[in-house]
């Protein structure tokens, strides 16, 4: 038996496990996990041109939302009081993505993210169907 705690874009691992091993699973906990395909639009729309031919020049392009200004604009989306959002949130984000090769990582996982759709579906009909605990952190 187990519960699983999934976050953000790593919510697919977790996501996994639970498909495999339905009948074990107690609970599931999310925090800012997608549940579908995420469709980049607006001012996001590089990740998009990057899933859409994985090309040197669009995987610079989309490196910038690895800088600390990159990081910091996914925290203020729809935010009516910035000054409310602790800066040390992306301050962090960018000392653990600073270490030689974890941006390649997070490229490599980004990149990948245009694959994740039947994963996504499946999650969904696994929740409709069988409606395990769920909470939010």
């Known amino acids: 038996m187990f519960a699983i705690c999934v976050?953000?874009?790593?919510?697919?691992?977790?996501?996994?496990?639970?498909?495999?091993?339905?009948?074990?699973?107690?609970?599931?906990?999310v925090q800012n996990a997608p549940l579908h395909r995420w469709e980049?639009?607006?001012?996001?729309?590089?990740?998009?041109r990057y899933w859409a031919d994985g090309s040197a020049a669009q995987r610079h392009a989309v490196r910038s939302s690895l800088d600390r200004?990159?990081?910091?604009?996914?925290?203020l989306?729809?935010?009516?009081?910035?000054?409310?959002?602790?800066?040390?949130?992306?301050?962090?984000?960018?000392?653990?993505?600073?270490?030689?090769?974890?941006?390649q990582i997070m490229l490599d996982l980004l990149y990948d993210l245009r694959n994740q759709g039947p994963v996504f579906k499946a999650v969904q009909e696994f929740l409709r169907e069988r409606r395990p605990p769920t909470g939010t952190p």
């Open 7 to 29: 976050m953000d874009f790593d919510a697919a691992v977790g996501f996994r496990l639970a498909l495999r091993h339905p009948g074990r699973l107690t609970a599931i906990i």
């Open 40 to 48: 980049p639009r607006g001012g996001q729309a590089t990740p998009g």
């Open 69 to 75: 200004d990159g990081l910091r604009g996914q925290y």
């Open 77 to 103: 989306p729809g935010v009516q009081d910035p000054s409310r959002i602790d800066p040390d949130d992306w301050v962090i984000d960018k000392a653990l993505i600073d270490p030689p090769g974890v941006d």
